[in-house]
Each structure stands twice: as C-alpha cells, then as structure tokens.
C-alpha cells in the first residue's frame, strides 16, 4: 500500500515541497530503504523510525517498506524527515487518515517523541504559500511556526499522542497565531550600562548616532581607553525589532538552528562578535549546503569586530559587496543561496602596532612605516563605508570618577535608548514605501529626495570639503550622519548645527 | 657625477672646520650653491614626534627658514623630516643630509618630500655614493656633517637614547651653538633634552632667541606674521575655548566637560572653528591656530 506524506526541504531560506512516498509491500522480503538522494542523517532514520515506532506501542511491519522522498534529484538532508516517514509507515500498520492539506516535520528520539527542530518558521511561511492547512511540528519548534497566520499549527509531542489525533480520540491543540503579541516586552539586556562609563562623551555621543541612523562606525583607540566596554553597551541604547524587521532575523536564525527550544520571534537585535580568527566562510556564509555567516546573522542588529586590523585581509574585502547591498548571494556548483546581511558594522582598532600612538602619557614605538603598514591592511573601500570615525581617547578614570559622578553627562542607556527609537520612527516614517528602515540605507536618490540641507549648512559642507579634502562618497556620509543628528532633534531640515556636528565624524588620518 | 671634494673651492668652510673628521668628498643632488651654506641651523629630533613637537617645528622653523636661514637635517621621518617640510612651506632653503649612498632614497616613501627639495632649490648631500645600504654606523656618522654644516643646533625632542644626542655632542666638539625646546618633563620625549640643558644648553621660547644669534643681514625675506585672530568675530563661547586652548591643548571630551555642555553642541562649535581657521585638531586634541 502506498502513502504520500507532505513534507518540506530548506535550502538557504527558502523551503521546496517534498512528498515523502511510503510504501509498504504485500510481497517480498522484510527490508527498509530510503531512496532519493539522503545525506547520512536522513539515511539513518530509518533505525530512528523503527525504533520510536516500536517505543509507541505499535507493531513494526515486518514487510518490504520502501522510502521515496521526491523529487529524487534535490539532495535531503537533515532529521526532519522522522516524522513523515514514521506517519506514512504508521498510516499502513494502524490503517488511520491523514488529515488533507498537511505538512509534517520533525525529528524524532527513540522513545517516540519528537525533538525541536530548525526551520519550522521558514516550513510554516511555506506552507502558507502552497497552501496547505495543517502543519505538524515538534512541540519545541511550534512556537517558531505559530509565528505565521493563517495556518494551523499543531504541536505535536511525540507519536502516541499524534495516534490518537488522527483517530480522532483526543485532538492536537493547534497553537493560536500571534502568541508573542501578549508575551511581555522582551527587555534588552547589555553587558554595560552607558552611565557605566566615565569620560568619552563624544564616543558615547557617536555610539548614539550610529544606533539612531544604523550607520557604520569605526573606533580607534589605545589599549584599556575603553573601546570594548562601549561596543558591549551598545545593545542597550538598541530599539527592539519591529514586526517585520523581526520576521526577516528570525527566518535567519531558524534557518541556522539558532532559535532555542520554545523560542518565537526574535525581538532583540542580534548582536554578533566574530573572533578575529574567523574564517571567510565562516563570516559570509558558504560551505556545501551554505548556512548563514556571522554578517547574515546580524541582519538587522550589530557585527562587532574588535581588533579589526587584525582581521584577515580577504575576510574584510569579501564584506564589500554585503556592505553596500545589505544581501549576498553564496554561489556554488551546485546551489545558488540568497541572504540578507543589512547590519550594522561597529569596528574596533588600536591606532598603531604598540596601541600607544598619541596617547599623553606612554610613547609609541612603532616606526612610521610600521604604523601606516599596520593602518593598510584595512583597505580604503572598506573604511569608505564606515559613516562615523571616532577617537576613543585614554581617560583618567580617577580624576574623573570624582568630579564626574552624577553629572548630567552620564546618562543611562535606557534614556539614550528613547531618543534613538523616536529618531527611528521618524525614519520609518519618511521611507514609508522606499523598503529601507535607516538613513544608513540611504542610496543616491534618495539622500537628494530626503536631505534638505538648508543654503548655509551646504555652504558648511562645501567649505569642510576643501578644508578637510573630503571626498565625493564622504560628501554623502557627512550628509546622511547629519540627517540622522536631526531626526535626533525631531528636526526635518538639516540646520548648521547637525551638518557642523557630523563633520566631527569624519575619517582623520592618523601619521604621527 | 655631482662631487665635491675637500680640496675644492666650493667645499664648505665651517664643515672644513670641524678637522680630521670632515668628509674627503660630498655627493649631492640638487644646485650646488655656495650661498646655501652660509647661514645654516640643523634642526634635529625624535622620529617619534609627538604633536607638540610636531607644532613647534611648525612655528619655529617656519619663522626662521622664512628670515633665509637654511634648516639642516637628516631626512628622517619624525622632527626631520617636518623640519624640512616647514622650510619648504615658508619659501626657504634646506639640505638634507643622507646616510646612505647618495642614488638612494631613504626613507623610500618620502620621495614626495626628496622632489619638493630638489625642486625648491635645496640640496641632498651625502658622503656615500651609488646606492649605498645605511647601516648603523652610518646615521651617526651623518650626524657630524649635520652639525658640521651649521652655525648652530636646534634640538626638538630627543628621548634618552636619541641619535638627536649625538648630533648634540657633535655641536658642542666643533663648537657651535646648541639649542633645545623644552618640553613637558613627564614626556619620553623629554629626557634627552633635559639632560642637554642641565648640561648648559640654550633654551628657546620664540624664533627670535635662534634669530639674534645669526648676523641680522641674512634675513633677506620678510618674516611671516601669524595670522591675528581678530579678523573673525568670536562670539563669547569661542572666545573662552580659544583662551583655554591657548593654554593648553585639549580633548573635545574635556572642553565639553570643562564648559558644561553637551558634547553635541560642543562638536557643533568645534567644527565652525575650524573652519573659520580659528583652531585646528592634531591627533585628538585641538589647538590654537
């Protein structure tokens, strides 16, 4: 007798409808085969099956089963072929109906239940599309495909239970959608609080910036002035993710497996801290089956790279591209992949070999030569993206730590953290229908469309262009960081103040 | 080949002075001019500037290769090569003096500074010829043609252990008048020149103090004035930065705190000063113009 049961394969974030084809012979002898292309994890189900199908109180057919998981040219790979195969087999043994319009996924344990398994969000949104009904996932991954409305989404626990579903005894509670709305606000959590951090009031203002407008930032210091301690509290002063932007990061992360067991929707922007160690690969996504890199996982949130000189040369060029159009696509022979990488880079580098060059009190010892060999291995189009350059200077923390306590200059994080939202809101407003979120995102046209730069701010411009040599793509940073100083105002027109202010944050050439 | 040895006319007489030592033949790139060599101050210090050496090479050398004395130096990176850059920039004369073979260029990346002192009627001299590796003896053996060349020395920065030293005791040996900048005694770079004046060098505070020591008709050129300020108006703020400044350089940081203000504003203001001209950012910190 042959079953057909619904089931899906994820290649990169995308999903492709799979029939899994069981068919258990009258005829021949007692075997079991997976045919169709598996990988090893998909060819070993079959002793999962068998055994949390026996573990589930029903007999094992001792007959010739044969597997076909079509169409047989798209390589599977993955456990979350379990579940369809167990129910196809399960549908001959105990003669019960498939509900129509069904998917199913997951991984089963040997006991008969079913293990949290990555991709429901992207199966759920499939499922939508093709229009099927039902989805049956492990209840772990559930909360992840509830995500999508619009289908019914039932949790299963293990195969017991989905038995007495299908045969109509006790019914599945299909997850509600929108669960997540009524979970209360997910609260950022930083390692620093800005109000922890004495003096650099220009880099916390920079940081401020950054966050507001989404904008690359570079910060360049001494050893111990402070620059990892700002970069940690930086998710602090982070809005949370809006609903569509949150739905972008988590399909990312389902794709990855990253979404913990019970998760849903990711609120919090990802914050991503590659060691300097890491591989191109490993940074931009690739391999066989590509997942998504380190900048794919920052979509929407903050690709920390401390030391950044220190990263491989190759590793940083291959950021261009992604930089400049928010998305990659990972080619390989046999598979082309799409994701999107629109995050923002928040770099961090000592300004010579020793770390020490103009700091007051120690002397450097690099040579000149060593110093700008140590500054060129991060490449001129690459520091051409970054909008805001920022000296982290050395601070005296005991000269400050007396007369800056209880300043008005140490404001906590969560009040930096409201004027950043507004600024944000502000934005989301004006790009209403050009699909960008920030003034980071800005292309050409549109720094034309929404940058009013008043006559005396262009003139400040101008004149700051031949002073400082700026050239024709810091021109557009200048602006962009200037529209983004006054939607921190609330102001629609960039005055002198804000075009004077961004002028502060433009690249300095660092020769002793 | 461009070559002057000792026995000729042309070879100059205060390197002659200096005795045993002094080199049987120069090379040289450039116009050998006698004239160049008539008023010269070696200006020599740390390959590690900091900015206030940076600042002070600026003011100083800018002032006195501007009154047509020629500045002397080794064309190093650092307190030389600023050196010769300053006396470009004032319109005066400058020789540098190589310690390597006379076809090279050392260091290689500040071949941009070695055309502009061809082209600006300044000399390249060296006692090496082809293209001769420098080694370690040779810098300080250049250093005795630095000071042998000229009137006087003008030390800026020089670390314990600086080869701006050897050029130092070079000066005093064959005679010449020695200068030193003081600096802030907590710098590294300070203790060279401590040493120098505690041993009874002279301490300069302006231009002038180098000036009053050369015969008054070599300033052929008119000095160039600074810039007066008062050519803006500054409204009140900028004025308090500028007196603060004028005291010491700072950090946008401490200017914001030290006026109370947001370093927002603070940066707002920063940036139309230094566009006006009235301050400008070296480094992090900013100075007076």
């Known amino acids: ?390 000296d982290v200077p050395p601070v005296d923390i005991r000269e400050l730590s007396e007369n800056q306590k209880a300043s008005e200059f140490l404001e906590p994080s969560e009040k930096i953290r409201q004027r950043v939202t507004q600024a944000r809101n502000i934005q989301r407003q004006r790009f209403g229908d050009e699909h960008i979120f920030t003034n980071a995102e800005m292309k050409n046209p549109q720094v034309k469309k929404y940058c009013n730069l008043s006559k005396p701010a262009e003139q400040i411009l101008q004149q700051a262009g031949l002073k400082f040599q700026l050239s024709a793509r810091a021109y557009l940073k200048m602006i962009k960081v200037a529209r983004t100083i006054a939607d921190l105002e609330g102001s629609p027109d960039i005055g002198i103040p804000h075009m004077a202010e961004a002028l502060q944050y433009r690249p300095k050439s660092y020769e002793a | 080949m461009n070559i002057i040895t000792i026995e000729n006319k042309k070879y100059p007489e205060l390197l002659k002075k200096i005795g045993k030592g002094a080199p049987k033949q120069l090379y040289y790139k450039g116009e050998w001019q006698e004239d160049i060599f008539t008023n010269c101050l070696a200006v020599v210090g740390s390959r590690q500037m900091t900015s206030y050496g940076k600042r002070v090479v600026e003011q100083i050398v800018t002032e006195v290769a501007a009154a047509g004395i020629t500045i002397v130096s080794g064309f190093m990176y650092g307190v030389d090569a600023a050196a010769h850059k300053a006396a470009l920039l004032a319109g005066g004369k400058t020789i540098a003096v190589m310690p390597c073979g006379i076809d090279l260029i050392h260091p290689e990346y500040q071949q941009d500074l070695y055309g502009e002192i061809l082209k600006n009627n300044g000399l390249v001299i060296s006692e090496y010829e082809g293209s001769f590796a420098p080694t370690l003896w040779t810098y300080p053996r250049r250093n005795r043609i630095v000071a042998g060349l000229s009137k006087a020395v003008l030390v800026v920065e020089a670390g314990e252990k600086s080869g701006s030293l050897i050029t130092a005791n070079y000066a005093r040996k064959f005679k010449r008048k020695l200068f030193v900048v003081p600096g802030p005694i907590t710098s590294e770079n300070s203790k060279g020149i401590m040493e120098l004046l505690k041993q009874g060098a002279t301490p300069i505070s302006s231009a002038k103090d180098i000036l009053d020591y050369y015969p008054a008709d070599c300033r052929c050129l008119t000095s160039t004035e600074p810039l007066m300020l008062n050519i803006y108006k500054c409204d009140n703020l900028e004025q308090k930065i500028i007196d603060l400044l004028k005291r010491e350089s700072s950090e946008i940081d401490v200017l914001a705190r030290t006026f109370e203000m947001p370093v927002s504003k603070m940066g707002t203001t920063l940036s139309l000063m230094q566009l006006q001209g009235l301050i400008k950012q070296e480094g992090n910190k900013y100075y007076v113009n």
């Open chain 1, 1 to 390: 007798m042959l079953v057909k049961v619904a089931s899906a394969a994820n290649i990169g974030l995308e999903m492709i409808g799979i029939d899994v084809e069981v068919n258990v012979a009258s005829r021949g002898l007692p075997a079991f085969d997976i045919v169709g292309l598996p990988d090893k994890a998909v060819a070993e189900s079959k002793e999962r099956v068998k055994t949390a199908i026996l573990s589930s109180d029903v007999d094992f057919p001792n007959k010739k089963i044969t597997v076909n998981l079509a169409p047989a040219d798209i390589p599977k790979e993955g456990a979350s072929y379990d579940l369809p195969i167990a129910v196809g087999i399960l549908a001959t043994a105990v003669s019960c109906q498939i509900p129509e319009k069904s998917l199913f996924f997951g991984e089963l344990s040997l006991d008969g239940s079913l293990r949290h398994t990555k991709g429901a969000l992207l199966l759920a949104l499939f499922a939508k599309e093709a229009g099927f009904k039902n989805i049956f996932v492990p209840k772990d991954s559930a909360n992840e495909a509830a995500v999508i409305k619009g289908i019914n989404v039932f949790p299963v626990e293990n195969l017991i239970q989905l038995l007495r579903h299908f045969s109509g005894k006790e019914a599945v509670k299909s997850l509600t959608p929108g669960v997540d709305e009524k979970t209360p606000g997910v609260c950022v959590e930083a390692e620093f609080d800005m109000a922890e951090i004495l003096g650099q009031e220009q880099a916390k203002r920079a940081m401020e910036i950054a966050a507001a407008g989404g904008h690359n930032i570079l910060l360049i210091g001494s050893p111990g002035a402070g620059k990892t301690m700002l970069a940690r509290a930086l998710p602090g002063i982070l809005p949370l993710l809006a609903d569509e932007e949150s739905l972008e990061v988590t399909k990312i992360y389902s794709a990855a497996g990253q979404i913990p067991a019970g998760g849903s929707l990711l609120r919090v922007p990802p914050f991503r801290s590659p060691h300097h160690t890491a591989s191109s690969v490993g940074l931009i996504g690739g391999g066989q089956r590509p997942p998504p890199g380190e900048i794919s996982l920052a979509h929407r949130g903050v690709l920390f790279l401390d030391e950044f000189n220190e990263f491989p040369r190759a590793v940083l060029e291959a950021m261009r591209q992604p930089l400049e159009d928010g998305q990659l696509t990972i080619s390989r022979a046999k598979e082309r992949v799409k994701y999107p990488a629109r995050f923002m880079l928040l770099a961090s580098a000592n300004p010579c070999p020793c770390g020490y060059l103009n700091h007051p009190k120690k002397a450097c010892i690099c040579s000149l030569r060593q110093i700008k060999k140590y500054q060129k291995r991060v490449s001129g189009p690459i520091l051409d993206r970054i909008d805001l350059h920022i």
